[in-house]
Structure formats: C-alpha cells, structure tokens
C-alpha cells in the first residue's frame, strides 16, 4: 500500500511539474495578449513605414520578397494596423480610447523586411533596432535609443534624448541629437553628419578618399580614432575645451583665413589628405587618438 | 482624418487668409477641429510675421527693380507668363503642423543671420555687437513670444500618455535654454566670434524644433 501510494504520490508530483510551466505560460499570457502577424508580398525596394508612440521596434532584413510584421501589444485600448497601398506597407499603433495609460500605448514589433527596402521609422520612446537594411533609412524618436547594424543607403537620424550606435553602416549618414550620445563604429561612410549638443562622440571608421567627415557637439567628448596610413584633412576646433592629436600633421602653408583667434584649434594633412575631417565642439574636449 | 470638406477647406485656406470667407468655410471651421488647429498656427504665424516687419529693413524698391533686371538679363528669372499658384498652397500645402511651425521658426532665424550678413565684414567691436544684438534681437523676441502663444503644456499640466518622451523634450529643451545663455554670453563678451555665433543659431534651431514638438503634443495629447 505505501510502496503504491508513494508510487501513486510521485506520479503526482511528476505530473505536477510538468504542469506548472505550462501553467505559468498561461498566468503570462497578459503580456502578450494582442498578438498580429501579417504577411505582405512587395515589389523590389519597398518603403516601410512604422509609427509608434511606445515600445520596442526591432527590423531585420530578409531573402523574401515580403513583409512580415508580428506586433504584440498588451492592452487592448490601443491596436495595431498594417497595411499595403501600393508597395508601401503602413505599420501604425492606434489608440482607441481617449483616456489610456502609458503603460496602454506599448506596442513592441519585430519586422521582416527585404534587404532594399526603404524605412521611415517614428518611435517616441523605447527602443529602435535595424540589421542589415540596406536602403534609405529615416529614424525619428524622442527618448528612444537607435542602433543600427549593417546598414547602407542614405541614413537620417533624429532623437531628442535617444542615444544612437552605428555598426558597420556603409553609404551617407546624417545622425542629430541633443543630449544622446553617438557612437559610429566600423563605419564605412564617404559622408558622416553626426551633431549634438551635450552627448559624447566616438567615431571609430574609415576615412575613405573624398569622404566628408564632420562631427559636432556642445559639450562633452568628441573622440576620432584613426589608423597611421590614413589620408585626411584635419580642422579640430574646441571653443572652450581643449583638443588633443595625436596624428602627424602636415601643416597648411596658408592657414585659412576664417580660423577663429578665440578657440583651440589644430589643423593640418595626415598622408595626402584623401577626406575632409572637420571637429567642433563648444565645450567640449577633442581627441584624435591612434588606433591601438 | 481628413474629410473631403478638409481638402475643400485648404484649397481656398489662401483666400480665407486674406479675409475672403465663405459661409461654408466658416461652418466647416466651426465643425473641424484639425482645420481650426491649422488656423490657429496660420494666424500665430502671421502675427509673428507682422511682428518683424518693423525689424527688418525694406530695401528700397529702385534695389528690387535693379536686382530683378539683373537677374532677368543672366536668364535666372524670367517674365511670369500666366498667372502662378498662390505661395501658400506650394510652400505650407504639404507640411504638417509641427513642422509648420519648426520651418517657420527656422527660417526666421535664417533671415534673422542672412541680414546680419554685412556685420561679418566689419572688424570694430562695438558695431560688431550692435551688429550682433540687431540681428539677434528679434529672434530671440519672436522665440519668445511664439514659446508664450503656443502654450507649451508644463510637465504636469495635460494627462500625459507618454511621461518618458514628455519629460525628455522638456529636459532637453532646458538644456537648449541653458546652452542658449552660455552662446548668448560668448557672444556678448566676443562679439566678432562667429564660431559662437553659429551654435547660437543652432541651438535656436534646437529650441524651435522641440517647441514645435512639445506644441503638438499638448495638442493632440498624443
């Protein structure tokens, strides 16, 4: 009796356990009570456009010829659309209630999209992720934080207080922000904008030849690394702060004219001088540092 | 949403500003709050606009006459042939509101720098801060009084959807504010210093944007 009771006992427990993830998958459930998932099949270089006033926004490219967008969003006083016109596909968080929570507005998306497709992405707060995305790209946000990887085309970025990573991204980028922060690593860009007020500025890239390079801040920290067989023309301008290189310049022979007599300033031709680099800061201290 | 009655609205918003109003339009204004908003931002826009008139000298017209007759003989402008849309359905037609006022605001401070032109060239210190204050001058009023009339809702004044981004545009916009006094200090103590000049103009940019920003959301309470 007691061996099959205990048998009888350890089924139980057995049971038991095998129930209770299940049973904590349902209690969790709330959290991803909206679900949608839509499929849309596009023409070469689509544009996608999202707009979301909360959440995570995470895009990544694909081989198929379609958009795929899975959006969760836990309450139900907001919705979610997507739609095709044309070969534009529409990605929308709806509010439906006047009165709504912050916490109501989340959405979170995970998006498929082909390599060429073309982004326009408007994200409030949260956070924005882009892979391997190879066309045209515009990135708005408030507080939301963007990091892109692998991407290509003409890139435009804008946070308020957001901050902003570029790995390996290739073609034109023109990134502004005002108290983020901006890191550019890997980059093989022949046109970088990258300007903000009080965030720090780390560029970790090639210089390629007949690239423009121009980075700007308030305050805070611009860092430049770069490599010894690296060609470029240098202008490091801090108002207040201090510059500091370490790169082998070659002097102009005629300074220009419109260098200012109230800030810091270096200048001069590292190699031939293939690219444009152009540093400014109000406040803020310049490093052009060699790469280890 | 935008209603067909919208549409018809905007196609004669250029009449309806210069006074011409139809008992139609008028009893669409009365319906629709999206167009009563952007009669809110035109009219803002306008008196502002009015405002710098006194700022801004008028070249004479016999230099307008010479600078068209210029421009016609290097084949840059020519007769106008027929009669051209109006300016503003071309130029305001296609913007949103937030970026209606942030072009506006923008392009203020480019016409504000754009007349400070001359003053570049000058090299005595006291005409190069007259040259400074005249051009600044009405930017900084007009900033001022666009932050007073687009009522920029307080942190806690309107039910906030989204606290994060809210309480970001306002953190940020003090932090413009007070990179706005440390320029403005620059260049009063260094008034031929261009390099401090040019991050007063973007950080007047900066502020434009994110009061356009901070006015659209008290707006819609998005």
Not at chain 1, 110 to 119: F, M
Not at chain 1, 135 to 150: F, I
Not at chain 2, 121 to 136: D, F, V
Not at chain 2, 159 to 187: G, M, Q
Request: glycine letters at 8%.
């Amino acid at each position: 009796m007691n061996t099959s009771q205990s048998v009888s006992s350890g089924i139980t427990w057995k049971v038991a356990g095998l129930l209770a993830p299940g049973f904590l998958l349902l209690t969790a459930t709330p959290a991803l009570a909206h679900r949608l998932e839509q499929h849309f099949t596009v023409d070469p270089r689509p544009v996608i456009t999202i707009h979301n006033p909360n959440g995570k926004v995470i895009v990544r490219a694909w081989a198929k010829p379609e958009v795929m967008v899975v959006a969760n969003h836990a309450s139900a006083k907001v919705e979610v659309n997507a739609e095709l016109s044309g070969n534009r596909v529409d990605i929308m968080t709806r509010q439906l209630e006047d009165t709504i929570s912050p916490d109501d507005l989340r959405a979170d998306y995970e998006i498929n999209v082909p390599e060429d497709a073309e982004l326009q992405i408007h994200n409030d707060s949260g956070e924005v992720n882009v892979a391997n995305v190879l066309g045209d790209m515009n990135v708005e946000t408030v507080a939301a934080g963007v990091d892109l990887e692998d991407a290509a085309g003409y890139l435009t970025v804008k946070t308020v207080g957001g901050s902003f990573q570029c790995l390996r991204c290739a073609g034109r980028l023109e990134v502004s922000s005002i108290s983020g922060a901006l890191r550019l690593l890997s980059l093989r860009s022949y046109h970088v904008r990258a300007q903000t007020a009080t965030g720090n500025i780390l560029f970790d890239g090639e210089f390629l030849p007949n690239g423009l390079y121009r980075l700007k801040n308030y305050s805070g920290a611009i860092e430049v690394r770069f490599s010894p067989g690296d060609s470029f023309d240098l202008t490091a301008t801090s108002l207040k702060g201090h510059v500091n290189n370490q790169a082998k310049l070659t002097p102009p022979t005629h300074p220009p004219h419109y260098l200012s007599k109230f800030s810091n300033t270096i200048l001069g031709t590292l190699n031939a001088g293939r690219a444009k680099v152009e540093l400014s800061s109000f406040d803020g201290t310049i490093n052009v540092l060699k790469r280890d | 949403m935008p209603t067909s009655g919208c549409t018809d609205f905007e196609n004669h918003l250029e009449k309806w500003m210069e006074g011409e109003r139809s008992p139609q339009g008028q009893a669409h204004v009365r319906e629709c709050a999206r167009c009563r908003g952007l009669l809110d931002d035109l009219s803002l826009i306008a008196a502002a606009a009015r405002d710098s008139a006194p700022a801004v000298m008028e070249p004479p017209p016999a230099l307008w006459n010479s600078l068209r007759a210029q421009l016609e003989q290097e084949g840059l402008i020519h007769e106008r042939a027929g009669v051209a849309p109006g300016w503003f359905p071309r130029m305001f037609g296609v913007l949103p509101r937030p970026a209606l006022a942030g072009a506006y605001l923008a392009a203020l401070i480019a016409v504000a720098f754009a007349l400070s032109g001359p003053v570049n060239q000058r090299i005595n210190k006291a005409r190069w801060l007259r040259g400074s204050e005249s051009a600044m001058l009405p930017v900084t009023a007009h900033i001022k009084s666009v932050e007073q009339r687009t009522n920029v809702p307080a942190p806690s004044a309107v039910p906030d959807l989204n606290p994060v981004a809210t309480a970001s545009l306002h953190e940020n916009l003090a932090i413009v504010d007070k990179y706005i006094a440390l320029c403005e200090k620059s260049v009063q103590e260094e008034p031929e210093n261009e390099f401090a000049r040019d991050y007063l103009v973007d950080a007047y940019q900066q502020k434009a944007e994110l009061l356009a920003q901070l006015s659209e959301r008290g707006g819609n309470g998005r």
